[in-house]
């Protein structure tokens, strides 16, 4: 009985299994399967024949080869035409422009970031807590006796702590 899931799966580890590029388990498991699948065995077996053909084949390049490539892509360039990074910039100079100024851009807000962060004060629990109270004093729902005494209470804590 076949199962097409496994099937499928096996026959992408065959290629694998054809140039004897599979781990000691993945392999026992293809065995296995290819023991009992009659399609995966033939497969199998084609791709072992082109390897081995690969394999044993002595191809080489034409001495040539890379001259004529290189003399046809020349052939295809416009005459003119920049070369190099000079070139590129020349004709995308707007998109130059803007990667410029959006790295300026970003430069400049980091060093802004970090020198705001140096000026900032360190906000301790107290001064949250008290400014907190005097900001809410304001507001008409709060319950002005809770808020008085805690801004009272903190006031007695911090004066308790200076010498």
């Not at 490539?69 to 910039?89: C, D, H, N, V």
Request: charged content about 25%.
């Amino acid at each position: 009985m076949k199962s097409e899931g496994k099937c499928t799966k096996i026959r992408k580890m065959l290629p694998y299994h054809a140039m004897d590029a599979l781990g000691h388990r993945t392999r026992a498991s293809v065995d296995e399967h290819i023991r009992s699948c009659a399609d995966c065995r033939a497969e199998l077996d084609a791709l072992k024949k082109v390897a081995t053909l690969v394999e044993t084949s002595e191809l080489e390049a034409p001495p040539d080869m890379w001259p004529s490539i290189f003399a046809r892509l020349k052939t295809r360039m416009e005459p003119g035409q920049y070369r190099g990074i000079s070139a590129w910039l020349r004709t995308h100079r707007m998109q130059s422009m803007v990667a410029t100024g959006a790295v300026i851009i970003t430069l400049v807000g980091v060093l802004l970031n970090i020198q705001l962060q140096k000026e900032q004060p360190q906000l301790t629990y107290h001064t949250y807590l008290a400014t907190h109270a005097a900001i809410s004093w304001t507001e008409p729902f709060a319950d002005k006796a809770a808020l008085g005494l805690i801004s009272t209470l903190e006031l007695q804590k911090e004066a308790d702590v200076k010498p």
